[in-house]
């Protein structure tokens, strides 16, 4: 057969390269109505997300909606987040994960949830009258306030609301995706009359105060927009997509500069994947170039071992990862949702599997990790600080973020396993599924106990007799030379062009795809070259279970800050370590114990006899998914001296009752902050805030414990006076002279006991022609 079938495949394949230089729509993800998953753990994840979503009141989510539409609500809303003015978010996140579930599922409870929340919310959107919809508290009034041009943005707010725009993008996406994945028309018709609303709100407006506008976290707006031209190819759609993408964001990129340190990561994501679906529709060059630098720097060079990146939510210096290390808000699943999309709409676009070796690294090691596999809930910061843990949601405490894409997460597996082109089928997960190629009449069933096992089964159950390719992706973590194909049993000689083997015969039912892919060990290091390494059973990372000690709030309450594991935070020099001459030793003794991925290592320095595991199999524990290595004699001279310095610093934030980091959205958010005149930015990689008139954060002082207050400044900033208030009270004043020198450096207020309370509001008052800040840090200590 090889002799026959070679000359027309290396044919083929040239015209296929070509085909993806001219065409951006020869090839395409199937939709997820055609792919069904079969037992293993990512039916598993899908499952368990299903009791989640249906264990939610859609009555209280709907709550925001009826309340900004006049109408009665049937229930009181969802707390947390729900109800502290990002109101309304997790409702459009809800409406996207019933249609990914449905579409996946064909669930008939999910569909008749589908209609009663659709009929909800077309009752508000008619109450309104004018295709509006939205939870955001008060917003008719503010948007007719932005529509006349009274436009006040910062980072994390558009005239004093909480990321508004972001908020309402959730129900434009919502709205889309009940189209798209059940066909509801109703949901069509109210997606195109909140574009229209859109289109009026916001059409007045220049291109000054639209970028002005985007200054706040606006979510993939551009992309709804650019939706609803592909939809109905009015042009008014499109000039609002190209008018909502942010320039100060896609200029820099289209001239391929790195901007990105210091900035919050998930708000430019989503930009990114609009930019993207821009350039599909307009074929618009270097705005997909654009889009690809984005990737190419956020994947390269500031993602870690699970794939995901940023800590506190930002982008940290691409030549520093120990804050990745040290800190336990480390990568947030929002972040690699959003890569995950844009991954997929550029592999659609370009055809190159390195977007889908991101999408597997990613689907394994923190999508599947950020869902607990019995009890459901979700994850919003996975740190990588060896030691520590994760937090979990629960239903009716956590509305976070990272709990409607959660919501989506577990729903849409099916979208990344399969692809296709005019003619030739492309496998490229190897996930349990059954593949139901309706243009083509064409199913398969996929059999396999991967990564268990590197064995996978690909059968052809439904076709009439048919000659085209069948496309099996080869792995960045395999060698091809290593690859056993067997089709009906008998061994083939594979033919590979790119990253594909590529198998043609006239297929007729019953046929058999058998491949076995090579599964090994290997490492990563962290990729600033820190001597932090991960270890991977191919594409699988390797975790382990080090403590149960102290997992404070590993099911969130309903407090603010409750996504943080804010458990004790363990000396690092008491993490597991590997004592060896180089890197590449740490392999050398290890060996897999059983068929269940477990491995041991002889050289791991550590109190127990460590195994490790898949990190997906590791829940309600501290874990260590990045382990230092040293040699012996290094060990040896530097573990007094660190364990030292480690208690020190660790007894120095065991002493932290509160604390803020001013110009990071969530820990601003979390305190309460408010202010006039105020600006954030970036320098030497911490942010600070500061105003010309005040700004000011509420700070919870348990149990009264705290006793002073350290504020950090930076030692070159000179003709800075402003007063500190204490509850309205007068605590001291700041003077800056610009004597400290080039760093940053922490002035200490005492709190006088009448002043000293459980909940502190710290304000900081310009004086007359004067500026409050630069603050870099505000801490209440005991």
């Known amino acids: 057969m090889k002799p026959l079938i070679k000359p027309f495949i290396i044919f083929y394949l040239f015209s296929y390269t070509t085909l993806f230089a001219q065409s951006n729509t020869t090839l395409q993800t199937f939709p997820l109505q055609e792919v069904k998953l079969l037992d293993g753990i990512f039916k598993n994840a899908e499952q368990v997300d299903l009791k989640y979503i249906l264990s939610m009141d859609m009555d209280k989510l709907l709550a925001p909606y009826l309340r900004e539409a006049g109408l009665s609500e049937k229930a009181k809303s969802y707390g947390n987040w729900e109800n502290s003015g990002l109101d309304g978010h997790i409702g459009g996140h809800y409406l996207s994960a019933l249609s990914l579930m449905y579409a996946s599922t064909k669930n008939p409870d999910i569909n008749k949830r589908i209609d009663y929340y659709l009929s909800e919310l077309k009752r508000c959107q008619d109450a309104n009258g004018d295709g509006y919809l939205g939870g955001v508290p008060d917003g008719k009034a503010m948007w007719r306030d932005i529509s006349d041009g009274k436009i006040d943005a910062a980072t994390f707010s558009l005239n004093k609301k909480w990321v508004p725009l972001y908020n309402i993008h959730k129900v434009f996406a919502g709205l889309y995706d009940a189209w798209v994945y059940t066909g509801n028309n109703t949901a069509k018709d109210m997606f195109i009359k909140l574009c229209d609303w859109a289109t009026t709100t916001f059409g007045n407006l220049n291109e000054q105060q639209i970028q002005q506008m985007l200054k706040s976290e606006h979510g993939g707006i551009n992309e709804s927009f650019a939706d609803a031209y592909k939809l109905t190819g009015q042009q008014k759609y499109m000039d609002l997509a190209l008018k909502f993408s942010h320039k100060a964001i896609l200029d820099p990129l289209r001239n391929q500069e790195d901007k990105l340190t210091g900035i919050h990561a998930n708000t430019q994501i989503p930009k990114v994947i609009g930019f993207e679906k821009i350039s599909e529709i307009e074929h618009k060059d270097d705005w997909h170039k654009a889009a690809t630098f984005f990737w190419d720097n956020v994947v390269y060079k500031r993602t870690v071992a699970i794939g995901g990146n940023s800590v506190r939510e930002h982008f940290h210096p691409i030549n520093n990862f120990m804050p990745m290390i040290e800190d336990i808000e480390g990568p947030e699943t929002c972040n690699t949702y959003n890569m995950i999309k844009l991954s997929k709409a550029l592999y659609n676009q370009s055809g190159e599997t390195k977007y889908i070796d991101y999408i597997e690294k990613a689907l394994y090691n923190h999508i599947l990790s950020s869902q607990h596999p019995e009890k459901g809930g979700f994850v919003y910061f996975t740190p990588m600080r060896p030691n520590h843990y994760r937090v979990y949601s629960q239903p009716e405490t956590s509305m976070w973020c990272c709990v409607g894409s959660g919501l989506e997460n577990h729903a849409k597996y099916g979208e990344f396993i399969y692809a296709h082109n005019d003619k030739d089928l492309f496998v ?263 105003s010309s008139s005040w700004f000011s954060y509420n700070l919870k002082n348990e149990n009264l414990r705290g006793k002073k207050l350290a504020i950090t400044c930076f030692g070159l900033d000179a003709g800075r006076n402003f007063d500190i208030l204490l509850n309205d009270k007068y605590l ?24 000293n309370r459980n909940n502190l509001e710290i304000k900081f008052v310009a004086k007359k022609g004067s500026i409050a800040g630069g603050i870099y840090e505000v801490k209440l200590t005991e």
């Open 428 to 690: 490229n997960l190897f996930i349990p599924s059954e593949l139901d190629w309706k243009e083509k009449k064409i199913k398969i069933t996929q059999t396999t106990n991967f990564p268990e096992e590197g064995n996978t089964s690909i059968k052809l159950t439904e076709i009439k007799n048919e000659n085209f390719n069948i496309n099996i992706r080869i792995p960045n973590w395999a060698s091809e030379n290593d690859i056993s194909v067997k089709i009906n049993g008998k061994q083939i000689q594979p033919i590979v062009e790119g990253k594909y083997i590529t198998l043609n015969k006239k297929w007729k039912k019953g046929d058999e795809i058998n491949i076995d892919l090579p599964l090994s060990n290997r490492i990563e290091q962290m990729p600033d070259g820190l001597p932090y390494a991960s270890i991977f059973y191919g594409p699988i990372l390797l975790a382990a279970k080090t403590d149960t000690i102290d997992l404070k709030g590993l099911f969130a309450d309903d407090s603010r800050g409750g996504h943080i594991a804010k458990g004790k935070q363990l000396p690092l020099s008491t993490a597991p370590q590997f004592i060896v001459e180089k890197k590449d030793d740490i392999l050398k003794n290890l060996t897999k114990q059983s068929n269940n991925l477990i491995f041991k290592s002889a050289n791991i320095k550590y109190s127990k006899n460590l195994e490790l595991v898949p990190f997906y199999k590791v829940h309600d524990t501290r874990y260590a998914v990045y382990f230092k290595y040293l040699n012996q004699e290094r060990y040896n001279s530097e573990e007094a001296k660190e364990k030292q310095k480690e208690a020190a610093e660790l007894a120095s934030k065991e002493k932290v009752v509160d604390i803020v980091y001013p110009g990071q959205q969530q820990p601003e958010n979390d305190h309460n902050f408010k202010g006039e005149n105020t600006e954030n930015g970036i320098h030497n990689d911490r942010h600070w805030r500061h």
């Open 732 to 755: 001291g004043t700041i003077n800056l002279k610009g004597d400290k020198g080039n760093n940053f450096f922490d002035i200490t207020f005492d709190i006088p006991q009448p002043l």
